[in-house]
Antibody, heavy 124, light 107 residues
Framework: EVQLVQSGAEVKKPGESLKISCKGS????????IGWVRQMPGKRLEWVGV????????RYSPSLQGQVTISADKSINTAYLQWSSLKASDTAMYFC?????????????????WGQGTMVTVSS | DIQMTQSPSSLSASVGDRVTITCQAS??????LIWYQRKPGKAPTLLIY???YLETGVPSRFSGGGSGTHFTFTISSLQPEDFATYYC?????????FGPGTIVDIK
C-alpha cells in the first residue's frame, strides 16, 4: 500500500526548534517530489514547498523561504519540515503529500497521496 | 501570488442532484488546476488534475472543465459519500495556491 506516515502532534514554545517527519512506503520514494501543505486555524490550505528526495532539489513558497527548511533522508525514505525558531503563527496542521502531474512549468503539482497530518501548536 | 476564489462557499443538495462549483484564478493559469475533496478530519483526496483529467479510480460522476481563469467542477449525480468540502488549487505559478473551499452538505 502506498502511504505517507507523519510524526505525531507537537506542542512547543515560541523560540524552540522542531523537526517533523513524513515516511513514505509502498512506492519508489526517490522518484517523486514530496511536498508540505499547511492549514492554519480558520484559514485555507497553504502550499509550503516541495523536495525531490533523489537530489534534494527544493522549492519553497516565497513567503516561507527562510522560515522553514525542507529536507529528506534517502536512506530511510523520509522527508522533513523543520523550524529553528518557532513562532505562535506557525501553529497549524501540516500535511506532507506525494506530488504527481506537474504543469508545463514545474515537474510537480498535484498531490495524490497525503499523510495524516501533524498538528503543531506553538504557545507560551 | 495568484488568488483563487470559489463559488458558492457552501451549498445544500440532495442525493441525485447535479452540483456545479466554480473556481476563478486572478490571472491566466492555462489548465493548471486541480480539484480535491476533503472530508472532516481527513487529508484531501485528488479528484481532477489539468482542469479536466479524472484521477485513476475516481468515479466518472465527477468532472472538471475550463481554462485560463475560469473553471468548473461538476458532480453529475450526488451520492451520499460526496458530502464534503471541495477545493481548487492552481499549479501554474509558485507559490501554488488553493481556493477557500466549497462545502457540499445535505439538504
Amino acid at each position: 500500500e502506498v502511504q505517507l506516515v507523519q510524526s505525531g502532534a507537537e506542542v512547543k514554545k515560541p523560540g524552540e526548534s522542531l523537526k517533523i517527519s513524513c515516511k513514505g512506503s509502498g512506492y519508489p520514494f526517490l522518484s517523486y517530489w514530496i511536498g508540505w501543505v499547511r492549514q492554519m486555524p480558520g484559514k485555507r490550505l497553504e502550499w509550503v514547498g516541495v523536495i525531490f528526495p533523489n537530489d534534494a532539489d527544493t522549492r519553497y513558497s516565497p513567503s516561507l523561504q527562510g522560515q522553514v527548511t525542507i529536507s529528506a533522508d534517502k536512506s530511510i525514505n523520509t522527508a522533513y519540515l523543520q523550524w529553528s525558531s518557532l513562532k505562535a503563527s506557525d501553529t497549524a496542521m501540516y500535511f506532507c503529500a506525494r506530488s504527481v502531474y506537474g504543469s508545463g512549468t514545474y515537474p510537480f503539482g498535484a498531490f495524490d497521496i497525503w499523510g495524516q497530518g501533524t498538528m503543531v501548536t506553538v504557545s507560551s | 501570488d495568484i488568488q483563487m476564489t470559489q463559488s458558492p462557499s457552501s451549498l445544500s443538495a440532495s442525493v441525485g442532484d447535479r452540483v456545479t462549483i466554480t473556481c476563478q484564478a486572478s490571472q491566466d493559469i492555462r489548465n493548471s488546476l486541480i480539484w480535491y475533496q476533503r472530508k472532516p478530519g481527513k487529508a484531501p483526496t485528488l479528484l481532477i488534475y489539468d482542469a479536466s483529467y479524472l484521477e485513476t479510480g475516481v468515479p466518472s460522476r465527477f468532472s472538471g472543465g475550463g481554462s485560463g481563469t475560469h473553471f468548473t467542477f461538476t458532480i453529475s449525480s450526488l451520492q451520499p459519500e460526496d458530502f464534503a468540502t471541495y477545493y481548487c488549487q492552481q499549479y501554474e505559478n509558485l507559490p501554488f495556491t488553493f481556493g477557500p473551499g466549497t462545502i457540499v452538505d445535505i439538504k
